[in-house]
């Protein structure tokens, strides 16, 4: 236990150390209710509590995500930079857009041309409507300070469904 404690490791290593099976380690390491690794925060070692809302549809984080296109055959460090900055198939970014349910995890994604405020805002009336055909109903959306999210257009699309917009801290 003080070396689960002390490095932050599962069962397998101070199974070794102490000369028993890594199977009875586990035994022990339950039996003195210590989770797994996996379960703890990296840096203190105590257990992270994930948090979860009460009911379906109270709130919906959004958020978008924008990875890299790379074309077929690769990118700049297979083809070499010259090619790579020609950028021949106009790759660009790919705008996925998130919306994620606090309670159940359930989420709506869609790969979007951009993240304008009425791209935003038309995502959300579909995210809305998949999650009504799912049987959820929004209450809040959760999304950061972004440009689109500010303006009319969103605060608008909110509020004819009757969904409370939030934004995180800055």
């Known amino acids: 236990m003080r070396l689960r404690r002390e490095q932050k490791i599962g069962p397998a290593r101070p199974a070794a150390r102490c000369n028993l099976a890594a199977s009875t380690a586990h035994r022990i390491l339950t039996r003195h209710h210590l989770p797994v690794p996996t379960a703890c ?64 995890r359930l989420a709506y994604t869609e790969d979007l041309p951009d993240e304008t405020a009425p791209t935003c805002a038309a995502f959300l009336t579909r995210a809305t409507a ?14 950061d300070n972004a440009w689109a999210y500010t303006k009319n257009t969103w605060r608008q699309t909110c509020h004819d469904p009757g969904i409370s917009p939030r934004w995180t801290r800055p």
């Open 41 to 104: 925060d990296r840096a203190t070692g105590a257990p992270v509590r994930r948090y979860e809302r009460s009911r379906p549809g109270e709130l919906i984080p959004i958020d978008v995500k924008k990875p890299g296109r790379i074309p077929d055959g690769g990118g700049h460090r297979t083809q070499g930079r010259a090619e790579g900055r020609r950028n021949r198939t106009g790759a660009g970014y790919a705008y996925l857009h998130t919306a994620l349910d606090d309670h159940s």
């Open 130 to 143: 998949w999650f009504a055909a799912q049987g959820i109903t929004i209450g809040r959306v959760l999304t």
